[in-house]
Each structure stands twice: as structure tokens, then as C-alpha cells.
């Protein structure tokens, strides 16, 4: 089992930035890959974000391109979420997930932590 804990979520303008962070604990030999998701009040849970733990390959949804970054520290058992040029429609609670294999999908998760945009 593998634990997570996300940090960095808060208020902020329009066009701010803000940094997320999620350190995972416990069986992290078996990570095959982390991801950042969000769920919208009234929405359901997407998938804004994933990055390859051995590779180090992303993927990103069409919303966020350009504006967001994951990166790891594999070391440190971090992966982060670098929101750039944020807009009220990133408001949402972020969540980061981890994947210990692929056909499983993702398998464990953090409690959330909140993100809001204001215009």
C-alpha cells in the first residue's frame, strides 16, 4: 500500500500560479507512474496530468497544455504540479494518484487539496 499526501493548494488570482505537491510513502519500490487529478464541484474526477516513473514520459489534458508541468524527484518520492496562467476553471479539488502497474490503473490516492481561481 502506498500512502500520499498533497500539499500547496490555495487562492488565487486569475493568471497566478501555484505549486502543488504530493510525497508518497510506503511500498514506492512498485510505482509505475503518478498523475494529478481533478474533480469540479458538480463534475466528475479527470485526469489532468500523469508522468512515467521510470521514463520520466507525460501526458496532459488538452485544458491544461502549455499552462501546467509535472515533474518528479524519485528520490524524494515527490511529484509536482506547476499551475501557470491559471483561470477559473482550474478551480477544483487536486488530487494525485498513484499507479503501482499499468493494468491495474491507479490504485491509491491523496485526501485532496483545494485549488481556487478567482476572476
Known amino acids: 500500500q502506498v500512502q500520499l499526501v498533497e500539499s500547496g493548494g490555495g487562492l488565487v488570482q486569475a493568471g497566478g500560479s501555484l505549486r502543488l505537491s504530493c510525497v508518497a510513502s510506503?511500498?514506492?519500490?512498485?510505482?509505475?507512474?503518478m498523475g494529478w487529478f481533478r474533480q469540479a464541484p458538480g463534475k466528475e474526477r479527470e485526469l489532468v496530468t500523469a508522468?512515467?516513473?521510470?521514463?520520466?514520459?507525460?501526458t496532459y489534458a488538452e485544458s491544461v497544455k502549455g499552462r501546467f508541468t509535472i515533474a518528479r524527484d524519485n528520490a524524494k518520492n515527490t511529484v509536482y504540479l506547476q499551475m501557470n496562467s491559471l483561470k477559473p476553471e482550474d478551480t477544483a479539488v487536486y488530487y494525485c494518484?498513484?499507479?503501482?502497474?499499468?493494468?491495474?490503473?491507479?490504485?491509491?490516492w491523496g485526501q485532496g487539496t483545494q485549488v481556487t481561481v478567482s476572476s
Open positions: 494518484g498513484h499507479m503501482s502497474r499499468a493494468k491495474y490503473g491507479y490504485d491509491s
Open positions: 510506503g511500498r514506492t519500490s512498485s510505482t509505475y507512474a
Open positions: 508522468i512515467a516513473w521510470s521514463s520520466g514520459s507525460t
